[in-house]
């Protein structure tokens, strides 16, 4: 039985950060190949990550529906939807992978839906030249992670619950493992490896309106960039475009946009007056995401949002039998909603990190014994993401990376290892009285810069302003943020200050990136360069720790792995 929380005192082959789908999938690879592995993960697994929150689709080919139904074919929609920047190598690892990794997690116990053939039941979404989108109805990232955390423990993988990795320990540049808040316990403990996974998601928890679990904070930015990783394509983040601003219980929860805006919904102004086609000739049913967020941000920038700066999905002209669809009929009945009859109140919020750590095709990164898979890495959707690729992303760079770590803890001896940030995390419990700053307050002040200045529409000014907001909070706020309380034991104060520092990192490289690229492109949208730009900008954006700050430098696409 795999050993839980302060049981764990041993040293590692490999440890993993992150216990949403990457970081389980990533564990149970290592572990299956022979190594000694431990997950740190800041909060309870099966419920931690964004894993959970995928609501429907795991898209996967398999070969259903002729010659050309390949995985070269879904590679080559990953690199289409990605608007010239798709790593071709990355995205060939996912395509080939997904059909592997559906059987996979069908043999740790998630039962797919099948047709009365046995057959995949396939969904269509756009952008997919086949429909490859397996599921068990919304559920299907939750059955996901309980299937991925009861195969964890099979395979004796050692969960350390309620932990924070707050660094990774080099010894002469090597990635020798972690410095953890025990946060059960209130230890700091220097514990070694031959290899480290982040596996830690995306840091759109650095928006105040957003659709993942608040915990998304970008730990695993925060600790790859002190360690000296490169990092590629950060300035893309997806907005999801239709998340509920209103009632007050379905805020921040998705709109299945995809599904029923192909079923005849439509998108409106406060006036009542149809919108979407001011900004482009192409049918709605067949536009990408970054589409329809751009044009219902224009609308509501131009004035003609609602008064909580949203706007409205009409289905009342639907036929019924398409608006209570199998799946979303009790999604909607939950929420006390009746889409048939009213309109829904809807707005864009900050869903996914197309760029991140700098991977290799098995998940290496610049530093040696440092490794990275899922949401936390870039390159492998460039400028924006092709639906239904998030879940499989997840299981299909966990096992690969896992299996890399572990081969390459064998080859490695167990190092010494120094901690530089210890001294820092113990002035957060000899300083916690009375605060100069409330951390609460201090997060919700970035929260509120970010989604004012780097949402979907973004420009130089609004970027600069952002940028010294974060150097100012970094200056004046951060030294003087410090819990309430003197406990060491589950003070989620010091928890938040380390988030408060993790998204400070994330949000300041974003912005970086964001005002260096002068186009727009996908899931990038500048106000005063709204024009995509192959001649100038057909290259990636790939940011380091420099010794003034972060060191920025343009790559082109030939180049895309070093």
């Not at 990275?372 to 924006?384: C, K, R, W």
């Amino acid at each position: 039985m795999a050993k839980r929380g302060r049981a764990i005192r041993d040293i590692y082959d490999v440890l993993v950060v992150g216990s949403g789908g990457a970081g389980l999938q990533a564990a149970i690879s290592a572990a299956e190949s022979g190594s000694k592995v431990a997950v740190i993960t800041k909060g309870l697994t099966r419920y931690s990550g964004a894993t959970a929150s995928g609501n429907f689709s795991f898209c996967a080919q398999f070969g259903y529906f002729g010659a050309d139904d390949t995985a070269q074919r879904y590679a080559g929609d990953i690199v289409k939807s990605g608007q010239g920047l798709a790593d071709a190598e990355l995205a060939a690892v996912l395509a080939e992978g997904a059909g592997r990794a559906a059987d996979a997690l069908e043999s740790y116990g998630v039962t797919w839906r099948r047709d009365p053939s046995g057959r995949h039941a396939l969904a269509t979404f756009g952008g997919h030249a086949y429909p490859r989108a397996i599921h068990v109805g919304l559920r299907t990232g939750k059955i996901m992670m309980t299937a991925l955390a009861r195969q964890a423990e099979r395979t004796h993988v050692d969960i350390w619950e309620y932990a924070f990795a707050v660094e990774v320990l080099l010894q002469q540049g090597r990635a020798a493992g972690l410095l953890v808040y025990d946060i059960a316990t209130g230890e700091l403990r220097e514990v070694p490896a031959n290899a480290v996974v982040i596996a830690t998601g995306g840091p759109i928890a650095m928006f105040e309106f957003h659709t993942n679990p608040d915990e998304m904070t970008g730990d695993g930015h925060a600790l790859a960039y002190e360690a000296g990783a490169e990092f590629i394509d950060l300035e893309f983040i997806q907005h999801y475009p239709t998340v509920f601003v209103a009632p007050p219980a379905a805020r921040g929860l998705h709109f299945p946009t995809g599904r029923l805006l192909g079923f005849g919904a439509r998108l409106i102004n406060a006036a009542g007056e149809e919108f979407f086609h001011k900004y482009t000739d192409t049918p709605i049913q067949f536009v990408t995401r970054d589409e329809v967020a751009r044009a219902i941000a224009l609308e509501v920038r131009a004035g003609r949002g609602t008064a909580l700066g949203g706007v409205y999905v009409d289905c009342r002209e639907m036929p019924v039998a398409n608006v209570r669809d199998v799946h979303f009929e009790s999604y909607f009945k939950d929420l006390g909603l009746h889409v048939e009859r009213e309109l829904q109140e809807v707005s864009t919020a900050a869903h996914y990190g197309l760029g991140g750590i700098r991977i290799d095709p098995v998940g290496r990164t610049c530093v040696p014994g440092l490794y990275a898979a899922g949401e936390v890495t870039g390159g492998l959707h460039g400028a924006n993401r092709l639906t239904g690729t998030a879940l499989p992303e997840a299981v299909v760079f966990g096992a690969v990376t896992g299996a890399a770590a572990a081969r390459e803890a064998r080859r490695a001896t167990q190092p010494g290892c120094e901690s530089r940030h210890r001294a820092w995390v113990e002035s957060l419990f000899a300083d916690a009285a009375t605060p100069a700053r409330s951390v609460g307050e201090v997060t919700a002040s970035l929260r509120g810069v970010m989604d004012r200045n780097a949402g979907v529409l973004k420009s130089a000014p609004e970027l600069q302003t952002a940028l010294n907001s974060i150097a100012a909070i970094e200056r004046e706020q951060l030294p003087l943020t410090r819990p309430r309380a003197r406990q060491r034991r589950f003070n989620w104060e010091i928890v938040q200050c380390l988030e408060l520092r993790s998204m400070l990192v994330a949000a300041r490289l974003h912005c970086l990136a964001a005002l260096a690229r002068e186009e727009s492109r996908g899931a990038h949208q500048r106000l005063d360069w709204p024009q995509r730009d192959d001649a100038n900008w057909l290259s990636h954006l790939v940011v380091k720790a420099g010794a003034n700050g972060p060191a920025l430098r343009r790559e082109p696409l030939r180049s895309a792995h070093g």
